[in-house]
């Protein structure tokens, strides 16, 4: 199965992986020396590129089924550190990398309204190490590395949402809170570390699984279990650990907020799964009890307690941000069924998702370009002014209801199939009851878009920020009526997780 | 003005020779089947004149019913709301 | 091939170009001739292989071609282009292009061979309908276009619960016909009903299409509801319940038609219950029954379009069509006058007209299995169709007392599309043999012997006495305007008033269990505060201090979980 490297040879295709992962890295630091605006997003735009261009490779060399390896520095693990790249992940680094160069896209336009210039070339340079961090997260098989890389995006992040204080100062507890709440998950998670290793003696997930299988029964282990799903828990956002996530969200800049709402949640929830699956086992009692007993109910929770408050905000922002919280329920859910299907539903609405809330978060950032606030009350009549950028948010609104003919509802429907699959009723049920609050919050701002009189009128926002915001909702409407990519590709991946 | 065929009818007498046409029209029809033997699904059809009669008096229970319905349902227009559709006018017409 | 496609098709991507066409008679004549193009793409297509389409691991089939769904098809196809003809008027894009959107989806969704499809379009025409009723632009057309979406909305939401059930019980998403036997097809059983307007779900019929514009309603009163009709007769043929339940819907809408002010309500009560006959005929289930149904769908969508052409007509040019201002419009709208008539014998069954060709074929099916109480409802029924619609609606609108108001001629596209549709019911009501051809099964049935004549006549004849004598003692109801409560008083007052209530108490209980909350865990806070420095701007429960308290917590749960 696995197409190992063949050493020696010079050959770009065999270092994909690695690429991946560097290209932005080595770009953060140039930025910084070069210190031009222009020039550092030319160069960010151009890296993001690239990776973008990696990962569609990657995703083409995986799509046969295959797993693509790579040794660093030509060490052989467990000793060594290796890159693993299948369907899992490798349709992670896609939508990473694609929502990053639409983001970078939007950003040209958009970003003297949120950060002053001067800084900008520091921002680019942190945007790039963010992605680094992510891309290293998903791409490594080394489960310290996934600590290192979790840790480089995770500062670049506080330090990414902080920027938000030019317009609210409000940003710096944010981001503080942040802040504490990532550094104790990550705490929780290098110990978690800790334990496994004390137990099994290795960092490489393939024989730690192997190791594990072995030692059986063992307690360091499950401990050890305990503090990664509380750690990546809270990275994840997972109901009660959530509290970081609405203010983050809120009062960092539109730029992050989009980027961090498709990407940052998801590279947590991957990081469990893959846990869950490579280097746990996910048919002993204790993992099983745990995700039936705890994270269900909290996933459940999620969705409905999630969407119900995101009825009441009037911050746009941290409306969309609590339905985020609902859509990571969702994903949550779809893990915790423990079934093929449900796994799928979980890794199509991790994409799915990502490009639904970046294209609803983008086309509220251009709104607020004009308007220059984010509370409902503004938005009003701004669909005849801005009739472009509404239907975008429209098409964004309708996929995360999970309207057919929208990426959504492919999700959902997969979903409710596994949940049915698995006989909970009830959940099913509820499931249903969510999308109906999402219709509820989703037209509230629909209703004010169209059916109320326009108190100021604007202009349209300019077509450089309306290109990112209509490819993505072009992804919403595309992924819903072709789902080879997400489904298929999803599919592959839960086999060779459940293998 | 073109022909208009109600307006034949406004005259009271044209009125009433229509009315007195329509009445003898009834009384053939009673009439008649007396002398019909019908085909029926139900012992109930065959009484004579069955539909006839059924036919007035269920149109008077109807009537009356529906007395009976709005003596206990009915409401004033703006009952819902203010401006609900049961009491605004129609926009935009052309004439007053 | 662009005759490949289907069907629905050319209905959206017509509604898409006439977003950009120019407004004016082209684009009018335009948004006619598309449902024309595709009554003939249907009638000289070849479509025995479908349309399949793979979506996910399903095998979707857009165009379910047979017998009953031709029938459907045909109907829908000449009501969007009379309906696009009545509205001829219009001088903007969103009536146009929601008009094609919507009659494509009914149409799309007859065609449908499959649940998940059927699913698709059904909601599409909740979507796009609402807008036919929100284009009157007024608040109360709001409210009520959103009451109607809700509902709509909801039927559509059952529906796919329903077709996942059934898909995970039995692996099939094909939509045929269905046993009323497991969760699965009650779900789907109930969002038929919703929107085939069953007794006690049938509200969102009365509110909504007396709400919609002019031409909204005579496009509204064509397909969502015989849409519904279409879906029990291929999924719950021969249901005993669908009987008692259409038996219900025929008689309790007469009481409201009978009183009601608005006409347009009083139709789409009458609406309600022909379908009530319908359903009795799909509940009936026998061939010659299943043949009424569709016959009976075929010319009602004709007859109910024509009436609420000639009440729409008359709303267009004197702004009311409430009975009590009504009255005495035979002196201008003479032809206006004609075609409601003609609608109104069509409906009320007189021999040579549509109604008494279609309806015959249920009467006969209920009697020939011998439903006795049923068959002398329908007979009722019929009696009372006669009340409001074939004698209230064009009485008081053209002649009764004079209101005084002298309104021109409706425009002569408002009467072509009249005349077209009068003729239709006419036609078919002379020639029944032609719309017999095309239904789903043969049909060896005679409506004109001369005792169904003389049965009919004598009903009609005889009720229509009743009606003169009762008016001649001031004994009919009089016009006032009012409302009467129906259903929709339990969630336009009743749900509002106990949700207020509710959140009242909510407000109470939070207020005070907060207090409880607050003293409690004082002193804690107190702490937590002193450690995590300033309060700053974030609200109390939001200190960094209280999320690690929660950290800890699910920590400890966690490990609980696992290690015991």
């Known amino acids: 199965m696995a197409s190992e490297i063949k050493q020696g040879t010079l050959e770009l295709v065999n270092h994909l992986p690695i690429l991946q992962v560097i290209t932005p890295m080595l770009i953060a630091p140039l930025l910084v020396v070069l210190n031009n605006k222009t020039l550092s997003w030319l160069l960010s735009f151009l890296g993001t590129l690239a990776c973008l261009f990696i990962s569609i490779l990657l995703i083409q060399g995986v799509s046969d089924g295959s797993i693509l390896t790579y040794y660093l520095g030509g060490w052989v693990p467990p000793i060594g550190i290796e890159y693993r790249i299948d369907a899992a992940n490798a349709i992670l680094l896609f939508l990473i990398s694609i929502i990053s160069v639409i983001v970078l896209i939007f950003s040209y336009s958009s970003l003297h309204a949120e950060i002053p210039e001067e800084k900008h070339t520091l921002f680019y340079s942190c945007f790039l190490l963010c992605l680094t961090g992510l891309l290293g997260v998903v791409a490594t098989a080394d489960i310290f590395n996934v600590f290192v890389f979790l840790e480089i995006s995770s500062l670049s992040t506080y330090v990414l949402v902080a920027q938000g204080a030019y317009l609210d100062r409000r940003a710096l507890s944010a981001s503080f809170n942040y802040l504490i709440m990532g550094t104790i998950g990550a705490t929780f998670f290098v110990i978690g570390i800790g334990y496994i290793y004390m137990a099994t003696g290795s960092l490489n997930m393939m024989d730690i699984a192997e190791r594990a299988s072995q030692l059986g029964d063992n307690r360091t282990i499950q401990a050890g279990f305990a503090f990664i799903v509380v750690g990546m828990g809270l990275k994840l956002a997972m109901v009660p650990l959530h509290i970081w996530l609405p203010n983050a969200y809120t009062f960092a800049p539109t730029v992050v907020t989009c980027f961090l709402a498709a990407t940052a949640t998801k590279v947590a929830l991957y990081v469990l799964i893959r846990f869950v699956f490579s280097v746990f086992n996910y048919e002993d009692n204790f993992v099983n009890e745990l995700f039936f007993l705890l994270l269900m109910p909290l996933a459940v929770i999620a969705m409905i307690a999630a969407s119900v408050i995101a009825i009441f905000k009037q911050n746009l922002k941290k409306l969309l941000a609590y ?177 | 003005m073109k022909f208009n065929p109600f307006i034949f009818f406004e005259k009271a007498s044209r009125l009433r020779a229509l009315l007195f046409a329509f009445l003898i ?36 229970i109807i009537i009356f019913g529906s007395r009976l319905l709005r003596l206990l349902l009915g409401r004033p227009e703006n009952f819902y709301a203010k401006k609900a559709v049961d009491s605004e006018d129609y926009p935009g017409t052309e004439e007053k | 091939m662009l005759a490949t496609l289907p069907l629905p098709f050319y209905f959206l991507i017509g509604g898409l170009v006439s977003i950009f066409m120019p407004k004016g008679v082209f684009k009018s004549s335009f948004v006619c001739i598309v449902p024309v193009i595709a009554l003939l793409v249907l009638l000289n297509g070849n479509w025995d292989e479908g349309f399949k389409v793979q979506f996910l691991d399903l095998e979707l089939n857009f165009m379910r071609v047979d017998k009953l769904s031709t029938v459907f098809g045909i109907i829908f196809c000449i009501a969007a282009f009379l309906g696009n003809l009545f509205a001829f008027h219009l001088r903007e894009s969103t009536q146009p292009f929601v008009a094609l959107v919507y009659s494509g989806a009914a149409i799309g969704a007859v065609f449908a061979g499959d649940l998940i499809t059927l699913f698709v379009y059904w909601e599409l025409t909740a979507i796009s309908s609402v807008f036919l009723i929100w284009a009157r632009k007024t608040e109360g057309a709001y409210h009520s276009g959103m009451r109607y979406l809700i509902i709509q909305v ?224 329908l007979v009722f029924a019929s009696a009372g169709v006669l009340s409001h619609s074939g004698i209230k609606v064009p009485y008081f609108t053209f002649f009764h007392h004079d209101s005084g108001k002298r309104p021109n001629e409706a425009p002569i596209h408002m009467l072509l599309a009249m005349g077209l549709t009068a003729i239709l019911c006419i036609y078919i009501g002379v020639f029944p043999n032609n719309l017999y051809a095309i239904m789903p099964f043969e049909v060896k049935y005679n409506p004109y012997t001369f005792e169904h004549i003389l049965t009919q ?55 005070k269990g907060l207090k409880l909350f607050n003293k409690s865990f004082q002193l804690f806070l107190d702490k937590v505060y002193r450690v995590s420095g300033p309060e700053g701007v974030m609200t109390k429960i939001l200190t960094s201090g209280t999320m690690v308290l929660f950290i800890a917590i699910v920590l400890l749960v966690v490990l609980g979980i696992i290690l015991f």
Request: with cysteine.
């Open chain 3, 457 to 511: 006549l004598q009903l009609l004849c005889f009720a229509i006495l009743a009606f003169i004598i009762l008016s001649k003692l001031r004994q009919l109801p009089s016009e006032i305007r009012s409302i009467n409560l129906d259903f929709d008083w339990t969630y336009r007052m009743f749900l509002p008033f106990l949700i207020r209530k509710l959140l009242l108490f909510l407000e109470i209980v939070e207020q």
């Open chain 3, 154 to 377: 909801l039927s559509g939401v059952v529906l796919l619960f329903g077709v996942a059930l059934l898909y995970f019980e039995t692996g099939s998403i094909s939509f045929i016909k269905m046993e009323l036997n497991s969760l699965a097809t009650a779900f789907i059983f109930f969002a038929f009903g919703i929107k085939c307007a069953f007794p006690f779900l049938h509200n969102w019929l009365q509110d909504s299409y007396p709400s919609a514009t002019v031409t909204g309603t005579v496009i509204l009163s064509a397909f969502t509801t015989k849409l519904a009709v279409y879906a029990l007769a291929r999924g719950f043929p021969g249901t005993e319940l669908l009987i008692y339940i259409g038996a219900a819907m025929t008689v309790f809408p007469i009481f409201f038609a009978e009183v009601e002010n608005d006409l347009r309500k009083v139709l789409a009560y009458s609406l309600n219950n022909q379908l009530g006959f319908m359903v009795v005929g799909v509940g009936i289930g026998t061939e010659l029954a299943l043949n009424g149904t569709a016959a009976h769908a075929f010319s009602h969508i004709l007859y109910k379009a024509l009436l609420f052409m000639s009440v729409g007509a008359v709303l267009f040019r004197t702004g009311t069509s409430r009975a009590s201002e009504l009255g005495g419009l035979y002196r201008t709208m003479p032809l206006t006058a004609t075609f409601c008539l003609i609608g109104a014998a069509s409906i009320s069954a007189f021999p040579l007209f549509s109604g008494f060709v279609s309806k015959s074929l249920i009467m006969s099916g209920a009697g020939k299995e011998h439903y006795q109480f049923i068959w002398l409802i």
């Open chain 2, 25 to 60: 029209l009834c009384f053939c029809l009673f009439v008649t089947d007396f002398f019909v033997r019908r085909y029926v699904y139900f012992e109930i059809e065959s009484t004579y004149n069955f539909y006839s009669i059924y036919g007035f008096i269920m149109f008077s």
């Open chain 1, 323 to 499: 339905s985020s919280l609902a859509q990571i329920g969702y994903m949550l859910l779809g893990l915790s069924l423990m079934s093929q299907k449900g796994l799928a539903s979980s890794l199509v609405h991790m994409v799915n998702h990502g490009f639904t809330k970046a294209a609803l978060f983008m086309s509220l950032g251009a709104f607020m370009l004009n308007t220059k606030n984010v509370y409902i009350k503004s938005l009003r009549g701004l669909g005849k002014s801005m009739p472009f950028t509404s239907a975008a948010f429209v098409i964004g609104g309708l996929s995360l209801i999970g309207v057919p003919g929208t990426a959504g509802f492919i999700s959902k429907w997969l979903l409710l199939e596994a949940t049915l699959e698995t006989g909970y009723w009830l959940v099913a049920i509820l499931i249903i009851a969510s999308s109906l609050f999402a219709v509820i919050y989703i037209w509230k701002i629909i209703e004010v878009l169209y059916f109320s009189e326009c108190s100021e009128s604007y202009s349209e926002v300019s077509v450089l920020t309306l290109i990112p915001i209509w490819i993505l909702a072009l992804f919403c409407v595309f992924l819903g009526i072709n789902t080879s990519l997400t489904v298929d590709v999803a599919n592959m991946a839960t086999e060779i997780l459940f293998k």
